[in-house]
């Protein structure tokens, strides 16, 4: 697969571990990844105490989501949030203090971490996403090699004696079945990024009130912010999606094919690509993130 459609949906990086988790396919798969959203918002997130942490990480069911406090805090493209701001280096981000040092998902490439007291990783969601991670490889290594296979298209009979025919025959023969072969190849690989598109909306999921930092190749590449978060505006969780027109549409705020409201982050304030994501459900906003699409996973 190239590299740009890893870059532009948070994809394809090494292989992980098959063994034991390798059974791990198909409808299994989905299910740990939404059982692994389950426990990973058992936390209160970033606002968590110490039992709370320590409830999230033992699996406890599902509590309350975060409400948002009365100084709520900032989030904006240009002074980032809790000391994280785009194009910072994973390195410098761990430094900082305001991530938990494991990382909470490894799917794609790309590495994501909970803020500090947030989300413990949830090890039925990492053996799932490693599974899936050593499947898409192996989806795509077949229909690479099924690619070079039919590059070349057989040659014309250098005559129409019956010798050259044939052999002209032979080789259309051997073509059609290698692009067949392509051909099952491609499906099969669709249907593994289908599988990884199940898989990121369970993750989004499982931390979208508890937020997370995702990291990629160069650096930062998106920032889920906490529920009690607030754009400069006021904007964040529980906001109406009237609010959110209201603050934004004159700068430009669009409704995305996958439902989620982008704005970009502004001109001469942050790097080129970098926007807000505002997930919204029932006319409400549930979700706040700044991302840079354009970047890399691995």
């Given at each position: 697969m190239?590299?740009?459609w890893?870059?532009r949906?948070?994809?394809?990086?090494q292989?992980?571990?098959?063994?034991?988790v390798?059974?791990?396919?198909?409808?299994?798969?989905?299910a740990?990844l939404?059982?692994?959203?389950a426990a990973?918002?058992?936390?209160n997130?970033?606002g968590?105490?110490?039992a709370?942490?320590?409830?999230g990480?033992?699996?406890a069911?599902?509590?309350?989501?975060?409400?948002p406090?009365?100084?709520?805090e900032?989030?904006?493209?240009?002074v980032?949030y809790?000391?994280?701001?785009?194009?910072?280096?994973?390195d410098?981000a761990?430094?900082?203090g305001a991530?938990?040092?494991?990382?909470?998902?490894l799917?794609?490439?790309?590495?994501d971490?909970?803020?500090?007291s947030g989300?413990?990783p949830d090890?039925?969601?990492?053996?799932?996403?490693?599974?899936?991670q050593?499947k898409?490889?192996?989806?795509n290594?077949?229909n690479?090699?099924?690619r070079?296979?039919?590059?070349?298209?057989?040659?014309?009979?250098?005559s129409?004696s019956?010798?050259d025919v044939?052999?002209?025959?032979?080789?259309?023969?051997?073509?059609?079945?290698k692009?067949k072969?392509?051909?099952?190849?491609?499906?099969?690989?669709?249907?593994v990024f289908?599988?990884?598109?199940?898989?990121?909306?369970?993750r989004?999921?499982?931390?979208?009130?508890?937020?997370r930092a995702?990291?990629?190749?160069?650096?930062l590449?998106?920032l889920?912010a906490p529920a009690?978060?607030?754009t400069?505006?006021?904007?964040?969780?529980?906001?109406?999606?009237?609010?959110?027109?209201?603050a934004?549409?004159?700068?430009g705020?669009?409704?995305g094919?996958?439902?989620k409201?982008?704005?970009w982050?502004?001109?001469?304030?942050?790097e080129?690509g970098?926007?807000?994501e505002?997930t919204v459900?029932?006319?409400?906003?549930t979700?706040?993130a700044?991302?840079?699409?354009?970047?890399?996973c691995?």
């Open positions: 190239s590299k740009s890893a870059g949906s948070g994809e394809a990086g292989a992980g571990r098959a063994g034991r390798g059974r791990l396919t198909g409808a299994a798969l989905a740990a939404l059982a692994g959203g990973a918002c058992g936390s997130g970033a968590a105490d110490g709370g942490a320590v409830a990480r033992a699996g069911p599902p509590t309350a989501s975060p409400t406090s009365a100084t709520p900032p989030f904006s493209a240009l980032g809790r000391g994280l701001k785009p194009g910072m280096t994973k410098v761990l430094a900082t991530l938990e040092a494991a990382p909470v998902s799917l794609n490439g790309c590495t971490f909970a803020y500090r989300p413990a090890p039925v969601r990492m053996a799932a996403e490693e599974a899936l050593a898409y490889v192996q989806a290594a077949r690479e090699a099924a070079k296979e039919t590059e070349v298209f057989p040659a014309p009979p250098a129409y019956a010798k044939k052999s002209f025959t032979d080789r259309m023969a051997a073509f059609q079945e692009s072969a392509r051909q099952e190849a491609h499906e099969q690989l669709m249907k289908d599988e990884l598109k199940a898989a990121r909306e369970a989004d999921l499982a931390f979208l009130t508890t937020g995702g990291f990629g190749l160069e650096g590449r998106e889920v009690g978060a607030r400069a505006e006021g904007i964040g969780a529980g906001s109406t999606v009237a609010e959110l027109k209201a934004y549409e004159v700068q705020l669009q409704l094919k996958d439902g409201y982008t704005l982050a502004g001109i001469g304030q942050v080129q970098w926007r807000y505002f459900d029932a006319e409400r906003v979700g706040l700044l991302a840079n699409r354009d970047t890399y691995s």
